[in-house]
Nanobody, 123 residues
Framework: QVQLVESGGGLAQAGGSLRLSCAAS????????MAWFRQAPGKEREFVAS???????VYAGSVKGRFSISRDNVEDTLHLQMNSLKPEDTAVYYC?????????????????WGQGTQVTVSS
């Protein structure tokens, strides 16, 4: 049974950095597509970044050049390095996983979700 657990969220000042991690269990990480989504107060959940099982990376335009997604297939862990943080990055960040083909941008195509980790960026 797949479980995803996020960590690394917290408080940061504008221009600062945070590194999020997502530990996956269940034995399917190596062949799974992974993604980060986020949801700010009063807003819809939105796509942030994804990485396929073979390493293809895609970023939302709002974070491209500032965030970097990576995966460690030995430790079964997904990471999101966030640099040059902005107040608009404030949100709950969720780790998501899917095994089958689907729309990488759509939250409906992902099968498993973590509980989320709060990121707050002050001015």
């Amino acid at each position: 049974q797949v479980q995803l657990v996020e960590s690394g969220g917290g408080l940061a000042q504008a221009g600062g950095s945070l590194r999020l991690s997502c530990a996956a269990s269940g034995g399917t990480f190596g062949r799974a597509h992974m993604a980060w989504f986020r949801q700010a107060p009063g807003k819809e959940r939105e796509f942030v970044a994804s990485i396929s099982w073979f390493g293809n990376k895609v970023y939302a335009g709002s974070v491209k050049g500032r965030f970097s997604i990576s995966r460690d297939n030995v430790e079964d862990t997904l990471h999101l390095q966030m640099n040059s943080l902005k107040p608009e990055d404030t949100a709950v960040y969720y780790c998501a996983q899917r095994v089958n083909n689907g729309d990488r941008y759509s939250e409906n195509s992902y099968d498993y979700w973590g509980q989320g980790t709060q990121v707050t960026v002050s001015s």
